[in-house]
């Protein structure tokens, strides 16, 4: 194993303060790559800065467009962030040994990637969603079509001159593998063990049943569904409440329907969740059913079992299926929502119920730690040759 101390360059487009998916996932990577006593800067998007690890964060002062920002606006948003990477990459090549990047951005990559192939530099990816897949699955782009082609062979090219190829879920790196014969390593999303803690004790909570869902209410959120199991709820089940805690469209219409079991709280922090988890009994995850959350593993799912409460998931995919093993609650097809409705009624109805799930939650929470599975990414980089 490789173990010389290594300068290495991370790119991500986002990275702290902003708490999102992409910035918290680098984040703990880099963390670890710093304990391991490597020098790390991060190449983002905002202002320069030092990082909590003493990590260089050098912003090139571009910032990315929201979820809500129309394809167009983002894909002009990206090839500007692309060229500001590649700028740095341009003028700062000699001081780093390896380059991590983060997708997506998958066109901001693209320019990356062409950066990295003319400097020669040694690079790992880190693939987060599977683009251009995901434009092809909401019918931004035909895959048969010239774009969707090149594009297609961008992404086979990408993956075969890094050095390796690091993703979220099983399904993707199984998907990655036949699509483009590259082998890929496996790194879950987490919780943060130092922030999210679960009851070793199991006790009960006093008052209401809190069912929780957290984080951006975007296209992926299966609104409809949410809306007909909370008035299923709020005819059949004894006291509870749905506390919705983020941002987005959805949210904002779910607010404006004036549900009389659903409160709404905006966006929080890290620390700001973790309070929420600790003082709610369920955690709900209504999302779509499409590609993207039948192979995705949502980060709030994460942060739920580490916070040792039962999961009720829509649809049954990776995730779905991660849950129904394990006996960490329920997972089920959209079409199936009463009966999801009725099993929630039962688990408000029985604490003896809750229980039995989240002790099964609690039993396994540990492999789901950020820590865990970024000490493996750290390992996986070590082990790369200069």
Excluded at 327 to 336: C, K, M, P, T, V
Excluded at 350 to 367: D, I, L, S
Aim: glycine content about 6%.
């Amino acid at each position: 194993m490789h173990t010389q101390h290594m300068k290495v360059l991370y790119v991500s487009a986002e990275y702290l303060p902003t708490e999102i998916a992409i910035s918290i996932r680098s984040r703990f990577n880099v963390s670890a790559l710093c304990q391991r006593g490597h020098d790390v800067t991060v190449l983002t998007s905002g202002a320069t800065r030092t990082g909590p690890d003493g990590e260089a964060v050098v912003g090139v002062g571009c910032q990315m467009s929201g979820n809500s920002a129309s394809f167009p606006k983002r894909l002009l948003n990206e090839i500007s962030l692309g060229f500001a990477f590649g700028r740095h990459l341009f003028r700062a090549c000699k001081r780093y040994d390896k380059v991590i990047v983060t997708s997506p951005p998958f066109f901001a990559l693209i320019i990356v990637f062409f950066f990295l192939w003319i400097l020669r530099l040694p690079y790992v990816v880190d693939v987060r969603d599977r683009y251009p897949m995901t434009l092809f699955s909401l019918g931004i782009l035909s895959s048969s079509s010239v774009p969707g082609r090149v594009l297609r062979k961008l992404e086979k090219m990408i993956y075969e001159r890094s050095q390796a190829v690091v993703t979220v879920t099983r399904a993707l790196q199984d998907e990655i593998e036949a699509d483009t014969g590259v082998s890929v390593h496996l790194q879950q999303n987490g919780f943060d063990e130092t922030i999210i803690t679960g009851n070793a004790e199991l006790e009960a909570r006093h008052g209401p049943v809190r069912i929780v869902q957290h984080g951006l209410f975007g296209r992926l959120v299966d609104e409809e569904n949410f809306v007909r199991i909370a008035n299923y709820c709020a005819e059949h089940a004894a006291e509870h409440e749905f506390v919705l805690v983020g941002y987005g469209t959805k949210l904002d219409s779910i607010k404006s329907r004036r549900l009389p079991n659903v409160r709404v709280l905006p966006k929080q922090n890290q620390a700001g969740i973790a309070q929420i988890l600790r003082t709610s009994d369920i955690g709900l995850a209504s999302m779509v059913e499409n590609e993207n959350t039948l192979v995705g593993m949502p980060v709030k799912v994460f942060e739920y079992i580490g916070a040792g409460l039962p999961v009720i998931h829509s649809p049954i995919g990776v995730m779905g299926n991660d849950i129904l093993e394990n006996e960490f609650g329920l997972a089920f097809r959209n079409q199936d929502w009463e009966d999801a409705a009725q099993w929630l009624v039962r688990m408000i109805e029985t604490p003896e119920m809750r229980k039995k799930y989240a002790k099964n939650v609690f039993a396994a929470r540990q492999k789901y730690s950020r820590q865990t599975q970024s000490a493996n990414f750290a390992e996986i980089v070590c082990a790369l040759p200069r």
